[in-house]
């Protein structure tokens, strides 16, 4: 369903150097980060930092104040429309209509994005994700975790070149989890970049193939996800933190 005309280039995403003021706060300081297609990058870090402004400038949503941030060989700063054509974004925070049913979310999307042949797919994603007798309720009415569930369903419904999830496991149940799991290994193996940003150590380490490690606005180490895992994982992931 993603656009054949454009190539895939093998770094999906290719940040260097990038840096983020807000006024006098400078949230991101000077992160590098790659991301072949296939790959499966975990964002990990405390809250502040710098995981979702990262990931909302590998959506196109906030410039880059410094660095050169390419995503799906689409430069950020200059062309941000074609990088949001690129990517599916599931936010850390809102993206939902509050007076619109899950089906109208993805019938817009659809609509945007020019996509043929949609219905299955969206009702599958519906199913999948436990939301399919809620297809037709407005979401204002929904929990925490169903809006996170329509979120993933939103950002994987155009078969992203790069899919970007901050938080997505966040209040989530086991089915929602399960089927977020399904997804990015789906996009994983037909060629897509996966970016996730959790708290979830574990979930992102069985999720990813690669971590990167945040800690005040700065990447302080990458390392395979196999390396945080388990009890040593956990040593490993506090030392990095202190």
Not at 6 to 23: K, S
Not at 46 to 67: D, W
Not at 77 to 88: E, F, N, S, T, Y
Not at 222 to 240: I, K, M
Request: one cysteine or more; charged letters at 25%; glycine letters at 12%.
């Amino acid at each position: 369903m993603s656009d054949p005309t454009h190539t895939r280039t093998a770094e999906a995403v290719d940040v260097r150097g990038l840096h983020v003021r807000f006024g006098s706060v400078h949230a991101v300081q000077g992160v590098d980060l790659t991301a072949r297609a296939g790959d499966g990058t975990a964002l990990l870090g405390r809250n502040g930092a710098g995981k979702s402004t990262t990931m909302r400038v590998l959506a196109g949503v906030v410039p880059p104040s410094e660095g050169v941030v390419s995503v799906a060989g689409h430069d950020v700063a200059l062309d941000p429309m074609a990088v949001k054509r690129a990517v599916g974004y599931c936010p850390d925070v809102g993206g939902l209509v509050p007076r619109a049913t899950p089906w109208e979310h993805l019938q817009l999307s659809a609509r945007l994005r020019r996509m043929d042949d949609w219905e299955s797919r969206a009702r599958d994603l519906l199913e999948r994700f436990d939301l399919g007798e809620v297809m037709h309720r407005v979401t204002s009415g929904f929990s925490h975790g169903m809006g996170r569930r329509l979120s993933v369903v939103l950002a994987a419904f155009h078969e992203p070149e790069v899919l970007l999830l901050d938080e997505p496991f966040d209040g989530v149940d086991p089915t929602g989890v399960t089927a977020t799991m399904d997804v990015i290994g789906e996009t994983r193996a037909r060629g897509g970049a996966v970016l996730v940003s959790t708290h979830l150590r574990e979930l992102a380490v069985e999720a990813c193939s690669t971590a990167l490690v945040l800690r005040g606005g700065s990447a302080v180490a990458r390392l395979d996800s196999a390396e945080l895992a388990g009890e040593e994982g956990t040593r490993v992931y506090r030392g990095l933190l202190d």
